[in-house]
C-alpha cells in the first residue's frame, strides 16, 4: 500500500529540507545590449524549432524587423513536423519528476501550460490527460563503479523534489505517496505488476497525446503571421570563412537559404549538420503499440503512467484501443558516412568519420524495430501489465524513436564557440517535449545573452573532444545494453 511521507527515507537530505526548485532568472542588466538579426532561418520544425519560433514573434526585439523561417525536412508540403519527428506519437509523458532540481522546476513552469485545458489552450481537447505517475526503480546501490548515478539514486531525488513542488505549489504532500516495495507499486499501479522494488506516485503528473499537441502548437504559430514555412532537407550549412560566419543552408535539391542567425534545431538530425563529436548522439529508441478490446481499455484507461527509470521501460495509459509499451534506454546506434561532413572548427579532429543517423519509417515504410527490442518489450509488458490475454498478441505496431542523447542528459543551447550567426539548439535526450510550452523562451533568452542561471553551465556548448568513446546518457534515467548497432541487431534472429 501507499506510504506516508517519511522524511526518514529522504535520501539523508541535510537537515531533511526540501530543496529550493524556483528557477533564477539572469539580471537583465548583467547582459550586453543585444542587436537582432534582419534574418533567422530555424532548420527542425520540432519541439525546440517551433517553440522558438512562436517565442520569438513575442519579443519586441524582434518584433517587425526580423524576417523568420523555418526549415523542415518533412516531405510532406505543409505538414510540419516531418511525420516521423520524435515528437509525433501518441503520447508523451508529462511530468516535473526529476532528480536535478532545475528541470523539475523548469517543467512545473511548464506543467501550468499543459493544465490549462479550455478548448483554446495546449493542454485543452483531451491532449493533456493528469492520470498520475509511478516513477519506480530495481533496488540496488545509489551509483555505479564510473560514479554516475543509478535508477535508485534518481528515482529517490526526484522523490524529494516531487514533495518540494507540492509544497511549493499548494497541493497536499499527500499527493505524492512513496511506495516502498514492489506488492505496493503492483496495487497502486493498477495493473497488478510488480514491475519495480521501490517507487512513489505523483497524482499531479501525467501524459499528452503529442502528435495533436504539436498540429495545434504548429497552427498557433503559423496563425502569428510572422513566420514562413519551408519543406526540404538541409544537407550542409554555408559558410564564409574570411568572416567566420554561417550563412545559410544548402538543401538536397540544390537550392540555399540565407540568414544572418541560423538556429539548428533540427533533434537527432542535428550532428549531420554541425559536429557535435562527444556532444550529442543519435540513439534509435524501441516503441511498440497493442490493439485492445474495449473492455480492456476501460480496465487500463484509469491506471498511472508506469515507468521502471532503472530498465528505461513505460507504458501510458491507452487511447482510443491503442497501448503503447515503450524503451527509454540506451538506445541503437546507426553510424554511416555522410555525403558532406558536418560544420566543425577547421583543424579540429571530429571522433569519426562516421556519425549516427536516424533510419526511420520514412526512410524504409516496412521498416520495424530489432528482434531485441521486440523481445525485450514483450518481456517488459509481461512485467507491468501481467495480463495472460496481452502476452502473446503481435504488436498492430513498432517504430524507432530518434533521441539525441548528450553524456548527462542535458541539452545543448548555445552560440557556436567558432562560426558567428550559428546558435544550437538539441540534445533533447528523450525529456523535451514535456517542455514545449516554455522552452522556446529559455532558447530565445540564451540567444540574447540571458541564459537561466541554473541553466548556464548545462546548456553551454562544450569543448569537442577526441575520443573513440561512445556517447552514453549516464544520468541515471536509462537502461537497457550499452553500444548496440543498429544494423547488426536488425540481421538477428528473434528468440
Given at each position: 500500500?501507499?506510504s506516508?511521507?517519511?522524511m526518514?527515507?529522504?535520501?539523508s537530505c541535510?537537515?531533511?529540507i526540501?530543496?529550493d526548485v524556483?528557477?533564477?532568472?539572469?539580471d537583465?542588466d548583467a547582459?550586453p545590449k543585444?542587436k537582432?538579426?534582419?534574418?533567422?532561418?530555424?532548420?527542425?520544425a520540432?519541439?525546440?524549432?517551433l517553440?522558438?519560433a512562436?517565442a520569438l514573434t513575442?519579443?519586441p526585439?524582434?518584433?517587425s524587423t526580423?524576417?523568420?523561417?523555418v526549415?523542415d525536412?518533412?516531405?510532406?508540403p505543409?505538414?510540419?513536423?516531418a511525420?516521423?519527428?520524435s515528437?509525433i506519437?501518441s503520447?508523451?509523458?508529462i511530468?516535473p519528476?526529476y532528480?536535478?532540481p532545475a528541470y523539475?522546476?523548469?517543467a512545473s513552469?511548464?506543467q501550468?501550460h499543459?493544465?490549462?485545458?479550455?478548448p483554446?489552450?495546449?493542454g485543452g481537447?483531451?491532449?493533456?490527460?493528469e492520470?498520475?505517475f509511478?516513477?519506480a526503480s530495481?533496488?540496488?546501490?545509489m551509483?555505479?563503479?564510473d560514479?554516475?548515478?543509478?535508477g535508485?539514486?534518481?528515482?529517490k531525488?526526484?522523490w524529494?523534489?516531487?514533495?518540494?513542488?507540492?509544497?511549493?505549489e499548494?497541493r497536499?504532500?499527500s499527493t505524492v505517496?512513496?511506495?516502498?516495495?514492489?506488492q505496493?507499486i503492483a496495487?497502486m499501479?493498477?495493473?497488478?505488476?510488480?514491475?519495480?522494488?521501490?517507487?512513489y506516485?505523483?497524482d499531479?503528473?501525467?501524459?499528452a497525446d503529442?502528435e495533436?499537441?504539436?498540429?495545434?502548437f504548429f497552427?498557433k504559430?503559423a496563425?502569428?503571421?510572422r513566420i514562413?514555412?519551408a519543406?526540404?532537407?538541409a544537407?550542409?550549412l554555408?559558410t564564409?570563412?574570411?568572416?567566420?560566419?554561417?550563412?545559410?543552408?544548402r538543401?538536397?535539391d540544390?537550392?540555399?537559404l540565407?540568414a544572418?542567425?541560423?538556429?539548428?534545431?533540427a533533434?537527432?538530425?542535428?550532428p549531420t549538420?554541425?559536429?557535435?563529436?562527444?556532444?550529442?548522439?543519435?540513439?534509435?529508441q524501441?516503441?511498440?503499440y497493442l490493439?485492445?478490446?474495449?473492455?480492456?481499455?476501460?480496465?487500463?484507461?484509469?491506471?498511472p503512467v508506469l515507468?521502471?527509470?532503472?530498465?528505461g521501460?513505460?507504458?501510458i495509459p491507452?487511447?482510443n484501443r491503442?497501448?503503447?509499451?515503450a524503451?527509454?534506454?540506451y538506445g541503437?546506434?546507426?553510424?554511416?558516412p555522410l555525403?558532406?561532413p558536418p560544420?566543425?572548427?577547421?583543424?579540429?579532429k571530429?571522433t569519426?568519420?562516421?556519425?549516427?543517423?536516424?533510419?526511420?519509417?520514412?526512410?524504409?515504410?516496412?521498416?520495424?524495430?530489432?528482434?531485441?527490442?521486440?523481445?525485450?518489450l514483450?518481456?517488459?509488458?509481461?512485467?507491468?501489465i501481467p495480463?495472460?490475454?496481452l502476452q502473446?498478441?503481435?504488436f498492430?505496431?513498432?517504430?524507432?524513436?530518434?533521441?539525441?542523447?548528450?553524456?548527462?542528459g542535458d541539452?545543448?543551447i548555445?552560440?557556436?564557440p567558432?562560426?558567428?550567426g550559428?546558435f544550437?539548439?538539441?540534445?533533447?535526450?528523450?525529456?523535451?517535449f514535456?517542455?514545449?510550452?516554455?522552452?522556446?523562451d529559455k532558447v530565445?533568452d540564451?540567444i540574447?545573452?540571458k541564459?537561466?542561471?541554473?541553466?548556464?553551465?548545462k546548456?553551454k556548448?562544450?569543448e569537442?573532444?577526441v575520443?573513440?568513446?561512445?556517447i552514453?546518457?549516464q544520468d541515471g534515467?536509462?537502461?537497457g545494453?550499452?553500444?548496440?548497432?543498429?544494423?547488426?541487431?536488425m540481421?538477428?534472429?528473434q528468440?
Open positions: 500500500m501507499a506516508a511521507v517519511s526518514k527515507d529522504v535520501l541535510p537537515a531533511h526540501l530543496p524556483t528557477l533564477t532568472p539572469m537583465p547582459a543585444y537582432p538579426p534582419s534574418s533567422i532561418l530555424i532548420i527542425g520540432g519541439v525546440f524549432g517553440s522558438t512562436l513575442k519579443r526585439e524582434f518584433a526580423t524576417s523568420i523561417t526549415l525536412r518533412s516531405p510532406d505543409g505538414v510540419f513536423p511525420r516521423d519527428a515528437s506519437d503520447s508523451r509523458i511530468r519528476d532528480a536535478d523539475a522546476a523548469l513552469e511548464a501550468a499543459w493544465r490549462q485545458t479550455d483554446a489552450s495546449l481537447e483531451g491532449r493533456y490527460t492520470s498520475g509511478i516513477l530495481d533496488s540496488g546501490p551509483e555505479r563503479e560514479g554516475s548515478p543509478t535508485i539514486a534518481y528515482a531525488k526526484s524529494i523534489n516531487a514533495l518540494a513542488l507540492a509544497q511549493r499548494g497536499p504532500l505517496r512513496m511506495l516502498p516495495y514492489s505496493s496495487k499501479s493498477g495493473t497488478g505488476g510488480e514491475f519495480a522494488d521501490w517507487g506516485i505523483n499531479a503528473s501525467g501524459w503529442a495533436r499537441s504539436m498540429k495545434w497552427e504559430v496563425a502569428t503571421g514562413t514555412f519543406n526540404g532537407t544537407e550542409s554555408e564564409d570563412d574570411s568572416t567566420k560566419r554561417v550563412t545559410g543552408a538543401l538536397k540544390g537550392s540555399t540565407s544572418d542567425l541560423v538556429i539548428v534545431a533533434g537527432a538530425w542535428t549538420l554541425v559536429d557535435l563529436s562527444s556532444q550529442a548522439v543519435a540513439t534509435g524501441v516503441l511498440g490493439e485492445l478490446t474495449e473492455e480492456e481499455q476501460a480496465k487500463l484507461e484509469k491506471i515507468l521502471n527509470i532503472s530498465t521501460f513505460f507504458v491507452p487511447r491503442v497501448l503503447k509499451v524503451r527509454h534506454g541503437y546506434l546507426n553510424p554511416k555525403a558532406k560544420s566543425g572548427i577547421p583543424g579540429s571530429a569519426s568519420k562516421l556519425v549516427s543517423q536516424p533510419y526511420t519509417h520514412l526512410d524504409n515504410s516496412a521498416l520495424s524495430i530489432p528482434p531485441e527490442g521486440e523481445t525485450a514483450r518481456k517488459a509488458l509481461r512485467k507491468i495480463w495472460p490475454e502473446d498478441r503481435p498492430s505496431k513498432t517504430r524507432l524513436c530518434w533521441y539525441t542523447d548528450t553524456p548527462t541539452w545543448i548555445d552560440h557556436h567558432y562560426w558567428n550559428l544550437i539548439a538539441t540534445g533533447g535526450s528523450g525529456h523535451a514535456k517542455f514545449l510550452p516554455v522552452i522556446g530565445v540564451c540574447m545573452g541564459c537561466p542561471v541554473e541553466f548556464q553551465k546548456w556548448w562544450r569537442t573532444q575520443t573513440e568513446t561512445p552514453v546518457t534515467s536509462r537502461g545494453k550499452i553500444g548496440l548497432i543498429l544494423e547488426t541487431e540481421n538477428q534472429v528468440t
